[in-house]
Structures are given as structure tokens and as C-alpha cells.
């Protein structure tokens, strides 16, 4: 098992993940990524590695009542808690892998995908099945985290967990901005053969009123929350102090945060 499958209480994690991670680390990329993709009032919409629903929540939020958002992802936890959490019959919901998207060819407008490609094992493979279910002209936008350096959260978290839990941990938490250079996003997405491809790193400030709850949080909502558990209470506030420590820059007196958050956002457009 690798440090980025979940290892236990699947469904305790899609909670910590959408209730702890999602509202202040998650939210303001999400609104960003729906405003970039413009979707169409009447646009057939996918959301891939729509982990709790959040950019269905997004997309939903802002059409009208004949909408629909299709969504994949992988893992029947987050997929399940997303569908009662989003509770709209403007919905569907597909467990899938990201290689096999369940759609006719050239049937969807727009795929949206946030903070997903960096986690597919093949994200060429799964750029050209994106291309595949796209109508000819239809649109790709999706973000991934920029540059660990630009990043302070999984920095510290990757410094954090390495020293307490070894070097699959250390690299499993760099892995999340594995994709964090835009001109290998523009690369990858060119690869697969789209055309006006755009890939730009922005960068945003993510705010929390209490470092160490986000900090508690987000080892809740880890896929390997288990296991931190199971290193008992000294060694999880541990990682916490020594997180909280990497983070000192970004925190006021009262615990505050006010943390540079980067992503490289791409947009795409289906040849036609
Ligand atoms: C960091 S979460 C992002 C979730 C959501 N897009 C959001 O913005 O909150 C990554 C998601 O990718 C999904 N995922 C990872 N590998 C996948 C694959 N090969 N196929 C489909 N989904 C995958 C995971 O299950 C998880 O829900």
C-alpha cells in the first residue's frame, strides 16, 4: 500500500476532507476553476476525481434548473458521501477510473478536473480519454497544485511527516504538486493532442483562523489518516507542532492563517 491509499475509515475521511480541507484550502481554487472553464447554461458537463463534489457543488450553484453535471471518481467513499452531500437529481454519479471514463465518445462540452492529474498514475493516457469524450471543440480547464516552493502547506506537511514517518510519507506529500510546472502541464495537454492550450501558475492566499486545527484537519483527512492514528497521541501532536512550526511564516500571534497558495491552471480546447 502506497501513502496516498486510504488505509482505513474511508468514510471518516471523505468527511474530515470535505468539512476540514475543503472550505478554506479547496473552495477558492474550485470558484476560480468554474470561472476559467465558463461553462455553457446548457452544457453537458464531467467532473473527473470529483473527490466529495465540491466543483459539482460549484457548477450547480451557478446554472439553472434544466443543468447537469456528470461525475467520476475512483474512490465509492468520496463518491457516496458527495451524492448525499450534494443531494440534486442535476447530478450523476460514476465510480470509475479516470482511464475508463463511463461516456460516449464526443458527448461532453466540458470536463473540469481540480487537483486530480497529478494523482492518475498515467496522466497522458487519461488526457487522451478526456479528448475522447469530448465533442469536437468542447473544453478541458483543470488545476493542479503549482510548485512545492510556492506551497508552504505540503512543504511543511512533507517536512512534518518525513522526519516522524520516513520518506514514502516525506515523498507521498511532495507528490501532490508533482505537476506544479506550468510548461509541463501545457506539454502534457498539447501530447494529447488538444489545440489553444493554456497552462498559467496563479497564486491566492488561503486563510484559517486556527493553524493547528487546519493542521488536524488535514492529517484527518489524509488517505493514511489511519495510520497516523495508530502512531498514538504523543507522536500525531508531534507532527503537528513540527507543521505548525513550518508554517510559522504564515501565522499571526492569535494561530491565524494567511497562507500563499499556488496552482497551475490549464484550459484546453478539443480538436475540431
Ligand atoms: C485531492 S482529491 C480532489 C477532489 C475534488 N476534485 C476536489 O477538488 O475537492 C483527488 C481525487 O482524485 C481521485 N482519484 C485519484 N486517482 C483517480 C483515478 N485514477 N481515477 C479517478 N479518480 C481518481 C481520488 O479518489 C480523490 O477523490
Known sequence: MTFYEADAGAERIAVAYDLRLVPWLFELWADRLVTVAEPGPAAQVLDLACGTGLLVRVLLGRRGDDAHVHAVDADPSMLAYAARRASDNRASWHQADATHIPMEASTLDLVVCNQGLQFFPDPATVLVEISRVLRPGGRLALAVWGHLDHNPWPKAMSVALGDELGDDARHGSE????LGNPEQVHRLITSAGFDDVEAVEVQLTATHPDVRDAIDGQLAALPSAGAIDALGQPRRSRIIDAMTHGLHEWTAHDGAL?????????TATSPT
Do not use: D, M
Open 258 to 266: 494567511a497562507l500563499p497558495s499556488s496552482c497551475v491552471l490549464a
Open 175 to 178: 507528490s501532490v504538486c508533482g
